[in-house]
């Protein structure tokens, strides 16, 4: 199976900063990656779907990038209601893999 | 709009089987696959396997071929799965997945597994 590393595992920021969450592939997966916000208590929500396609409603201070192995995905300017556990999950290959998660908490 | 609605809580002795349940509604059932994905408390998510309703094909993660059976009824768009032998590592939530990309998902279910 294909491993996703996601990092960090946790972020503490304050409303209005910049936010960047990695994931790295164990091999490539083309641009096969999606990106998940879970809030505390929901189920996940699709928020970015190959890579930087922004999935329908989804506000535009979210943006993904990468391809093959490296991905990114970025909060421009974080708001209180981005609480939440983010995950990075790959759909190239089967089965498909989630990364660790990041955990966003606000100050 | 899509809903995928999920059975409720689970309470199950070790060694016993549960069925879970996920009844969809907001688009017709037959055209994209049902996955199940686990949440093990305050952990990742992993993917268990897929059902496609149309022709009631299924693909199973290696982990969990064993463990859980996939089944649908397409008159009640209804998707399930069953959980066999269960273990307290099999206590989670569990949520069925439907759409591009996992884009609409189930409520969860809390399965507990404890004597």
């Known amino acids: 199976s294909i491993v996703m590393t996601q990092t960090p595992k946790f972020l503490l920021v304050s409303a209005g900063d910049r936010v960047t969450i990695t994931c790295k592939a164990s091999q490539s997966v083309s641009n096969d990656v999606a990106w998940y916000q879970q809030k505390p208590g929901q189920s996940p929500k699709l928020l970015i779907y190959y890579a930087s396609n922004r999935y329908t409603g989804v506000p535009d201070r979210f943006t993904g990038s990468g391809y093959g192995t490296d991905f990114t995905f970025t909060i421009s300017t974080v708001q209180a209601e981005d609480l939440a556990v983010y995950f990075c999950q790959q759909d190239y290959s089967s089965p498909p893999t989630f990364g660790g998660g990041t955990k966003l908490e606000i100050k | 709009e899509v809903q995928l609605q999920q059975s409720g809580p689970e309470l199950v002795k070790p060694g016993a089987s549960v069925k879970i349940s996920c009844k969809a509604s907001?688009?017709?059932?037959?055209?994209?696959?049902m996955h199940w994905v686990k949440q093990s408390h305050g952990k990742s998510l992993e993917w268990i396997g897929y059902i496609y309703p149309y022709n009631g094909g299924t693909g199973y993660n290696q982990k969990f071929k064993s463990k859980a059976t996939l089944t649908v009824d397409n008159s009640s768009s209804t998707a399930y799965m069953e959980l066999r032998s269960l273990t307290s590592e099999d206590s989670a939530v569990y949520y069925c997945?439907?759409?591009?990309?996992?884009?609409?998902w189930g409520q969860g279910t809390l399965v507990t597994v404890s004597a």
């Open positions: 907001g688009y017709t059932f037959t055209d994209y696959n």
């Open positions: 997945a439907s759409g591009t990309w996992f884009a609409y």
